[in-house]
């Protein structure tokens, strides 16, 4: 039986900070005295970027806060696309679905020595294991930026030599399946995997099997540096902030998307895009209030009586989250251009909402 982790919901987003720099931007993050409503609550914690939050059919706020490019007075768009982060796991885990479907793979059970004999441990390691990050692989960011620092650029192939070259050198951080613990690892592998079983380049296969399917004609892998003309800048601390080499973050982190593209994306999720078979499966149940736990490619956080699936992410220049409550028939794309290392920004509207709108 897995441990759930318990999180104040004050803190929960603090784990799926990605690929970012570290500073402080605390001026941005001040808690508001009382809640009215969530346009409100966005402008009091200095919120910038564009956000959707709908509820039962309507909704309570679709618009673009501050700028999209401060030196040019470009005002935030739903057409704009921003750095997504680690919501492209959502992506990534919905394309291990999609080889299922595709019968590439028999079961989220089947450990990764079916398809790497010669990955270290890797009987023990099941898909599902690597999409709930249950399997107690080591990280690799901190390794492939130093190398980049160093000179050297590693491709998704080379991170993934590097990661076996950890486990064999100093086994997993756990027994697979006894812990949880967030890396970016399970998600660069679960891509790979996707590119090795459907012959295909991974993004090409998310393309075809997602993007074109629900018209999202706007999401795309992420360049190193962004283009102007279709990205909102990102900035840290007021400072442009928006260059990061694409190949760390391959299969989980490295996409860019628009408001409106997300908001389809998390709408075809709550409805239809799963079935309900695969929802069981996907999305972890009977989560105890005041709990977050992780499931295949989302998190479940409860509050009171209320759900909500959701996936957060960070990267240079930017901060997002999208997710949905069913109760409420709610969906919420929030997509920043205002990094935001702390992660309090996101935590504080995740609280806010899960206790004053959606109760």
Same mark, same amino acid.
């Given at each position: ?11 929960? @987003? ?17 808690p =508001? ?15 910038? $970027? ?10 309570? @706020?679709?618009q ?14 739903? *057409?704009l ?5 680690s ?7 919905a ?13 989220f *059970? ?12 890797g ?12 399997? $107690?692989? =080591?990280?690799?960011?901190?390794i ?12 998704a ?16 951080n756990?027994?697979p ?35 074109? =399917? ?27 902030n928006?260059?990061? =080499? ?7 982190g490295?996409?860019?998307s628009?408001?409106?593209d ?11 895009w799963?079935?309900e ?5 996907i999305?972890?149940?009977d @989560?105890?209030?005041?709990y ?19 996936? $957060? ?9 999208? $997710? ?36």
């Amino acid at each position: 039986m897995t441990t759930l982790h318990k999180f104040l919901v004050a803190f929960i @987003v603090t784990t799926v900070m990605l690929f970012t720099s570290c500073s402080k931007d605390d001026d941005n993050n001040t808690p =508001p005295n009382n809640y009215t409503t969530v346009e409100n609550l966005l402008y009091e914690v200095n919120f910038q $970027g564009y956000a959707i939050v709908s509820k039962n059919g309507n909704y309570e @706020v679709r618009q673009g806060f501050g700028l999209a490019n401060e030196s040019i007075g470009l005002p935030q768009d739903a *057409n704009l696309a921003y750095r997504i982060g680690s919501v492209s796991k959502t992506l990534t885990a919905a394309a291990i679905v999609q080889l299922k479907r595709d019968g590439l793979i028999n079961s989220f *059970n089947q450990t990764l020595d079916e398809f790497d004999s010669e990955f270290p441990n890797g009987n023990q390691i099941s898909i599902a294991q690597l999409l709930s990050h249950q399997s $107690g692989i =080591p990280e690799y960011q901190l390794i492939a930026e130093q190398a980049l620092e160093n000179g050297q650029a590693l491709d998704a192939i080379d991170i993934y030599i590097v990661i076996t070259e950890l486990i064999s050198e100093n086994g997993l951080n756990f027994t697979p399946g006894s812990n949880k613990q967030y890396c970016n690892s399970n998600y660069l592998i679960a891509a790979l995997l996707v590119q090795e079983l459907s012959g295909m380049p991974f993004h090409q296969y998310i393309q075809q099997k997602i993007l074109n =399917p629900l018209e999202m004609s706007n999401s795309f892998k992420g360049t190193d540096i962004i283009d102007a003309n279709t990205h909102a800048q990102g900035y840290l601390n007021g400072i442009p902030n928006s260059t990061y =080499p694409m190949t760390i973050p391959f299969g989980a982190g490295d996409f860019s998307s628009t408001p409106n593209d997300m908001e389809l994306w998390t709408n075809a999720v709550k409805t239809s895009w799963f079935s309900e078979a695969e929802k069981t499966e996907i999305f972890t149940q009977d @989560v105890p209030s005041g709990y977050t736990d992780f499931g295949l490619g989302w998190f479940t956080t409860q509050e009171g009586n209320t759900t909500m699936y959701w996936h $957060g992410g960070d990267i240079n220049g930017y901060w997002s989250m999208i $997710g949905f409550i069913p109760e409420y028939d709610a969906t919420i794309v929030l997509l920043s251009n205002q990094q935001d290392d702390t992660g309090l920004q996101r935590n504080t509207i995740i609280q806010q909402l899960l206790t004053n709108e959606f109760q």
